[in-house]
T-cell receptor, first 115, second 113 residues
Framework: AQSVAQPEDQVNVAEGNPLTVKCTYS??????LFWYVQYPNRGLQFLLK??????LVKGSYGFEAEFNKSQTSFHLKKPSALVSDSALYFC?????????????FGKGTTLSVSS | DGGITQSPKYLFRKEGQNVTLSCEQNLNHDAMYWYRQDPGQGLRLIYY???????QKGDIAEGYSVSREKKESFPLTVTSAQKNPTAFYLC????????????FGPGTRLTVT
């Protein structure tokens, strides 16, 4: 069965430092991978996706993610964190070999950026 | 939150009452989804619809019902059979078959007492 794991419930970084939010996945075929961000009491906002091609994907607000097939990972990164990046981040996967179009979401990682 | 609207933002109901959550989109998207979000549990799929007049159960469909009579609308009814209805409910939509990401509405927080 397809699944996605976010091993850290919370990540704390200082403003200006690089940040990484980890995600690992399990699917039977080639994965479609996504990152979303959620601010309190709001819906999810799409950040970036990996479907095929270059393993380094660039997205919104300066975020990027690296697809690593051998480690089945899709970690979210940003070179220099901002206080405004503090939010809840979700990794999601879709197995293109499965019927249906829904995404499977991780449990989320809370990012806290201190000034 | 794009062109997806959910109303109301906050909803309070008494136990035993059915309640319907609204989801409307003006993005001309084919597929629509309902998720439930509980603290520390991520998002869980309730129902989804890939086309008008057709929908499928997700992982936690028990106690919920939906309809898809119009492309723009995908209302969710939380019935009295849902044992723990208090949660944050998110509606999403997706465009063509080659658009894989979903776009989310602002959510409805339902509290049942």
């Amino acid at each position: 069965a397809q699944s996605v794991a976010q091993p850290e419930d919370q990540v704390n970084v200082a403003e200006g430092n690089p940040l990484t939010v980890k995600c690992t996945y399990s699917v039977s075929g080639n994965p479609y991978l996504f990152w979303y961000v959620q601010y309190p009491n709001r819906g999810l906002q799409f950040l970036l996706k990996y479907i095929t091609g270059d393993n380094l994907v660039k997205g919104s607000y300066g975020f990027e993610a690296e697809f690593n097939k051998s480690q089945t990972s899709f970690h979210l990164k940003k070179p220099s964190a901002l206080v405004s990046d503090s939010a809840l981040y979700f990794c999601a996967v879709r197995d293109p070999d499965q019927a249906g179009t829904a995404l499977i979401f991780g449990k989320g990682t809370t990012l806290s950026v201190s000034s | 939150d794009g062109g997806i609207t959910q109303s109301p933002k906050y909803l309070f109901r008494k136990e035993g009452q059915n309640v319907t959550l609204s989801c409307e989109q003006n993005l001309n998207h084919d597929a629509m989804y309902w998720y439930r979000q509980d603290p520390g549990q991520g998002l869980r799929l309730i129902y989804y619809s890939q086309i008008v007049n057709d929908f499928q159960k997700g992982d936690i469909a028990e106690g919920y019902s939906v309809s898809r009579e119009k492309k723009e609308s995908f209302p969710l009814t939380v019935t009295s059979a849902q044992k723990n209805p208090t949660a944050f409910y998110l509606c999403a939509s997706r465009g063509t078959a080659r658009t894989y990401e979903q776009y989310f509405g602002p959510g409805t927080r339902l509290t049942v007492t």
